[in-house]
């Protein structure tokens, strides 16, 4: 399984941002598939997940109402849409693949995802 992530740059506060992550393999729609970011000298964090079905989502605290999590499974792509972003925000992102087939379960745990993508970049400037 890969992972490719795009979409990353750098934008303004306030700016919207979208990121794709393009998955191989064909059981992407049995999956839940994970945004997490990491920030310089920060431990990576669990953004937002989305089931396989694309019916349940769920998020941090930190980016609730502002960041969409959403999902193409067609297209074997998973999407976060970034809104009102902050200097916070700032951080690689990074989409991740949930370590069991069909679970009904999401986890904020970053051991609980077992393929990750390469990561891309959003900084936000104040």
């Known amino acids: 399984v890969q992972l490719q992530a795009s979409g990353g740059g750098l934008v303004q506060a306030g700016g919207s941002l979208r990121l794709s992550c393009a998955a191989s393999?064909?059981?992407?729609?049995?999956?839940?598939m994970g945004w997490f970011r990491q920030a310089p000298g920060k431990e990576r964090e669990f953004v937002a997940a989305i089931r396989g079905s694309g019916g349940s989502t769920y998020y941090a605290d930190s980016v609730k109402g502002r960041f969409t999590i959403s999902r193409d499974n067609a297209k074997n792509t998973v999407y976060l849409q970034m809104n009102s972003l902050k200097p916070e925000d700032t951080a690689i992102y990074y989409c991740a693949r949930d370590r069991y087939y069909s679970s009904s379960y999401y986890s904020k745990e970053v051991g609980s995802y077992d393929y990750w993508g390469q990561g891309t970049l959003v900084t936000v400037s104040s």
């Open positions: 393999g064909r059981t992407f729609g049995s999956y839940i």
